[in-house]
């Protein structure tokens, strides 16, 4: 098949999102009792969430894609299995990296959970496993346009109104327990926010919007982006730290970011580019390794700017990531199975 240009560099600029984003994040607790270095963090944090959505709408967009021949036994045997061996390699080197003896978690724990980033390959393998039933979906237009309608609404905006209610209007509490009663009860999760990503990715990138409506949605973005910011700060300030309510990727407010960043990716980035290819090509690499790279760098330099560091940081982390998996890439059986 023939490459996609903007792929490369939307695989890339996620990339470089999702380290900057674990970079910021994991300063979130030494910061708790400073608001303007909280905040700096926070808006790293809020202006990279659709670093993970963009991986799986770029997987969307390659395997549901009719003319891409996918067989049971090759999605097994080939794409699955090497998710799978690669999760065990890398899942057992951060245990090993981060398990204390004698104390909680256990190390079989660590391993089988994942570490902060690793869980993701999870995700990918039930992904993947969906594959054959979401191809058939996507082959048709109208059926396609129906589940993405009731995946954003069920999946996405409806759960946004009640997280706003629960933590702005406490008072309208009940509608909440009633309607997530509802839901819990009807059982509809294979309208989950992650495939709703897989399947919107293939129909963003085999469906040609016209400029008015990508600008529309290029606003959008921009505009829950600072939502983002602006209501984890407002929740902060109410309660505290918090957990993910309005930057988890499965919301509504980094739906509308990630599309604004696919959208505006498609639209700009059509110049070939050995440097884009090649950081392309490693990015699976670059994403397992990066915590680890994080590490040993150690998480205390960032200590005077968190402005200029935090991406300086993040630079740094990017280029040292992908040198390593250059050098571990010119091995075949490590090229193959585990990066």
């Known amino acids: 098949m023939q490459r996609t240009i903007y792929f490369d560099y939307l695989r890339v600029i996620a990339c470089f999102a999702v380290i900057i984003l674990h970079v910021s994040a994991l300063q979130y607790s030494a910061y708790v009792e400073s608001p303007f270095e909280w905040s700096v963090i926070n808006v790293y944090d809020s202006a990279t969430r659709f670093c993970v959505p963009i991986f799986i709408m770029i997987s969307g967009a390659l395997f549901l894609d009719p003319a891409r021949k996918i067989s049971l036994m090759r999605l097994y045997t080939h794409n699955i299995l090497r998710i799978v061996t690669s999760f065990l390699f890398w899942s057992f080197i951060y245990a090993c990296y981060v398990y204390t003896p004698n104390e909680p978690p256990s190390f079989i724990t660590l391993f089988l959970w994942g570490h902060v980033h690793v869980w993701f390959l999870w995700l990918i393998v039930g992904l993947y496993m969906l594959i054959p039933i979401l191809r058939t979906i996507a082959q048709n237009r109208l059926v396609m346009k129906y589940f993405l309608f009731l995946s954003v609404t069920l999946g996405f905006v409806i759960p946004f109104v009640f997280e706003f209610i629960r933590s702005f209007i406490p008072s309208l509490s009940q509608i909440v327990v009633m309607g997530e009663m509802c839901y819990e009860k009807s059982h509809i999760q294979l309208f989950s926010g992650y495939t709703s990503y897989f399947v919107l990715g293939y129909y963003l990138h ?49 739906l509308l970011e990630t599309v604004a960043v696919f959208l505006f990716v498609k639209r700009y980035a059509n110049r070939e580019s050995k440097i884009v290819l090649s950081f392309s090509q490693h990015s699976f690499g670059i994403y397992l390794i990066h915590m680890l790279v994080y590490y040993m760098l150690g998480p205390d330099t960032i200590t005077v700017n968190l402005i200029m560091g935090i991406p300086l940081v993040s630079i740094w982390v990017l280029i040292a990531s992908y040198v390593i998996i250059l050098c571990l890439s010119r091995i075949p059986i490590i090229n193959r199975w585990l990066i």
């Open 206 to 254: 085999s469906t040609q919007i016209n400029r008015k409506k990508e600008n529309i949605f290029l606003v959008l973005g921009m505009f829950a982006g600072i939502s983002i910011a602006v209501l984890t700060y407002m929740l902060f300030n109410k309660i505290g730290p918090v957990d993910e309510a309005f930057d988890n990727y499965d919301t509504l407010l980094v």
